[in-house]
């Protein structure tokens, strides 16, 4: 193994102990239980179709739960770094920008993997849900997504209130884009005025600049609904990687 290598592995293994010195896995854990809690409520009072709707409240509920608290740690972890000056102490060793960054991703995505996985263990315990595992491994790839684009809103944003509003924001743009540019269709983009046209083109444009977080781990997976999950790996392995690319620059671009 190369000394390049061996420095991406070792930095990442860092990485790794500082989710767990942070409590990452814990605060995962808790939303789990609190997700399956809210979960075992509903199916306490609905009449109909009683383990269908515990197991969309739970995957809607602890979807979002993993992608913001793997946000915010990530982001306050690389804000840190930059204000403690410690990536200045990384790249003082024989370690180049990108090898810091390709460590940084790796730990945190691998942090990312692991709490999707454990958050879709427990839709095991349903025997009768169909595409249990398809919409955990898609939850993973949407995971490694979120984690990629936190660390790179900390790299560029340097501030953390900043950074995870604009986490948020994208985020929750994502998951809602396709929905936006239908409203603005049916909203008379096309035959409007020249105002709802323009809105309706910034926003369907805004949707092509990030991806179709509403087809990762769709709950209609758990409801015997039809199951589409390779165009979401690739989709997700482009946009890691064009984040990856801006990341590289953005690095370039700081003064160390």
């Known amino acids: ?40 409520f509903v199916d306490r009072i609905v009449l109909t179709d009683q383990e269908r709707a515990t ?7 602890v979807r979002l739960a993993i992608v913001l608290i793997l946000g915010q740690a990530i982001i306050a972890n690389t804000v840190r770094d930059l ?30 993997v692991l709490c ?3 958050a879709g263990l427990p839709l095991f315990g349903f025997s009768s849900t169909p595409g249990r595992l398809p ?28 950074a995870v509003f604009a986490f948020c924001c994208l985020y929750l743009f994502a998951r809602v884009s396709s929905m936006l540019v239908l409203l603005s269709a049916n909203m008379g983009a096309n035959h409007g005025s020249l105002l709802d046209r323009f809105d309706a083109r910034y926003v369907e444009f805004a949707g092509y600049l990030l991806p179709r977080m509403d087809r990762f781990a769709d709950t209609a997976w758990l409801s015997g609904g039809p199951i589409r ?16 690319a801006v990341a590289h620059i953005e690095l370039r671009r700081k003064q160390f």
């Open 135 to 162: 919409w955990t491994l898609s939850f993973a790839a949407e995971a490694v997504v979120a984690a990629s684009l936190a660390l790179l809103l900390a790299l560029a944003l340097g501030r953390i209130v900043t």
């Open 83 to 112: 204000n403690e000056r410690i990536i200045e102490c990384f790249l003082a060793l024989p370690l180049t920008r990108m090898q810091y960054a390709l460590g940084k991703w790796s730990g945190w995505a691998l942090v990312a």
């Open 229 to 244: 999950f390779g165009p979401d790996l690739l989709q997700g392995a482009i946009y890691v990687v064009l984040l990856g």
């Open 55 to 61: 197991v969309v409240t739970y995957a809607v509920i």
């Open 116 to 118: 999707a996985l454990s």
């Open 1 to 40: 193994m190369s000394s390049s290598s061996r420095a991406v592995l070792g930095l990442a293994r860092l990485t790794l102990l500082e989710a767990r010195r942070t409590a990452v896995g814990k605060a995962a854990l808790a939303a789990i239980v609190i997700a399956i809690s809210l979960a075992l």
